[in-house]
């Protein structure tokens, strides 16, 4: 999966999620994040966000892990 955004005259994101399937009961997931800033003034925020976006690890297992537990109920 792949989500883009931007914000005009300031940044582009682009998030990357890959899921892949370990065993009937695990699964490995790699996301990954890419900023960049459009203007100069605005690189010193992109790295701040890139330093809040290494703390997510936790908010994506979660998430991903409650999508995956709802879809083995369906």
Not at 2 to 30: G, K, W
């Amino acid at each position: 999966m792949q989500y883009v955004y931007f914000i005009a005259d300031v940044l582009v994101t682009t998030i990357n999620v890959r899921v892949v399937v370990i065993d009937p009961s695990h699964t490995s997931v790699q996301v990954t994040y890419e900023r960049t800033a459009l203007k100069p003034k605005v690189n010193d925020q992109v790295r701040a966000m890139g330093a809040q976006d290494r703390k997510c690890g936790p908010d994506w297992r979660d998430a991903i892990a409650a999508y995956l537990t709802a879809q083995e109920k369906r």
